[in-house]
């Protein structure tokens, strides 16, 4: 697994969460791309990461995708460490 090389941003409130509940699921980065993808979220490798690192907002759409793929309800994804 790789380490964060960056320090988190501020741009969202949902990064350091979603990126804890993936890790804890045990699901690729680049297979929870394909999956949102699937959701009608249109997500690079690039833009993700910048999302779980809270360099860059989440919208609507992929805060909707992201809590359905992990099976959590939307406000858990503003629950902090």
């Known amino acids: 697994m790789k380490i964060r090389k960056q320090d988190y941003g501020t741009a969202n ?5 979603v990126e804890r509940l993936r890790k ?3 699901i690729k980065q680049k297979d929870f791309i394909a999956k949102m993808q699937v959701f009608g979220c249109d997500i ?22 992201i ?11 503003f629950e902090g460490d």
Do not use: C
């Open 44 to 65: 690079n490798p690039t833009s993700y990461s910048k999302l779980e690192g809270q360099i860059r907002s989440a919208t609507d759409r992929e805060i909707y995708a």
């Open 13 to 17: 409130m949902v990064g350091k969460t």
């Open 67 to 77: 809590s359905k793929i992990l099976g959590v309800p939307m406000e858990k994804l």
């Open 24 to 26: 804890e699921k045990k």
